[in-house]
């Protein structure tokens, strides 16, 4: 998974939610769900590091919280965004690290995370009340109000999956993950173009299985050329947070053009990222 969002590919095309702005509740439930998970954890946990590139607990919660700023004032208008990238841009180059240090200063990250759970409510009330189709702007091309909160979710949920993993917590999902899956699906293309490789075509035929139970389906229904398996895990790929082939995923790709996605698969913007070699994204194990 990429440690920023430089740019955000705009997925809202052929996607509607049934109520006005449920994305933004939905992001909502998965900040409440991460911070139900973080609620205990002393001072000094956050200072756990992760497997994700080294990061610890309370820099991906810094980042989570910097880029949930960084959406609002896009929500707010061009000067309030325009405002925002004229602090960062001088840090930016630097890499997250540099600039999350130089936004938070000396911070503690349980400041900061007290911070970002103060801070979400108050912006999910401005999403959910926003026209889910105006544009915004972002680090890169516009995008959509519904696209920018669906964004959001995705990366809360990508990221806390290095701190579940770090804490050696089972993860629970809900439904609302289909809003990452929908990502995972409709940035096919983006992850053969950003490799500098012509998308195979036909797209492969995606079927998962919800957390419900449920089935989820996108594209023409194929035999040889298809994704099939848990959606939980589904996302895990598509957003880096494990390899294809690691021991806890349980998801079958069948077809050469299936095979290649999976191997690349990259639902996020930016330069291209190398997925994590197998076993090296996998849950602490907690002594019984």
Request: charged share 25%; proline share 7%; hydrophobic share 40%.
């Amino acid at each position: 998974m990429v440690d920023g969002p430089y740019r955000t590919i705009d997925v809202s095309i052929g996607f509607r939610h049934t109520l006005p702005m449920q994305a933004a509740h939905d992001f909502q439930d998965e900040c409440n769900a991460i911070n139900a998970l973080l609620a205990d954890l002393s001072p000094a946990d956050f200072n756990r590091e992760t497997a994700f590139k080294g990061w610890t607990i309370g820099e991906i919660i810094e980042h989570l919280h910097l880029f949930n700023i960084a959406a609002d004032d896009a929500l707010k208008g061009d000067d309030a965004f325009a405002a925002f990238c004229t602090k960062i841009l001088p840090d930016m180059a630097k890499g997250h690290r540099p600039l999350q240090r130089a936004w938070f200063g000396e911070t503690p990250a349980s400041d900061t995370y007290a911070a970002w759970r103060e801070f979400y409510p108050e912006m999910t009330r401005r999403f959910s009340a926003a026209d889910p189709d105006a544009r915004t702007k972002w680090f890169g091309p516009d995008m959509s109000v519904r696209s920018c909160i669906i964004a959001r979710q995705m990366e809360h949920w990508a990221h806390a999956q290095a701190i579940y993993d770090a804490l050696g917590v089972e993860r629970v999902n809900a439904d609302r993950l289909k809003n990452v899956a929908h990502i995972g699906v409709t940035t096919y293309s983006w992850s053969f173009k950003v490799n500098s490789v012509a998308p195979p075509k036909p797209k492969p035929y995606v079927r998962l299985i919800a957390p419900s139970g449920g089935v989820w389906e996108w594209n023409e229904p194929q035999d040889d050329n298809r994704i099939d398996g848990p959606a939980e895990d589904f996302c895990q790929v598509v957003t880096q947070c494990r390899n294809i082939g690691d021991a806890d995923i349980a998801l079958k790709a069948t077809g050469d053009t299936a095979e290649h996605w999976m191997r690349i698969a990259q639902c996020f913007a930016g330069p291209p990222e190398t997925p994590p070699a197998v076993g090296t994204r996998t849950k602490t194990k907690v002594a019984p």
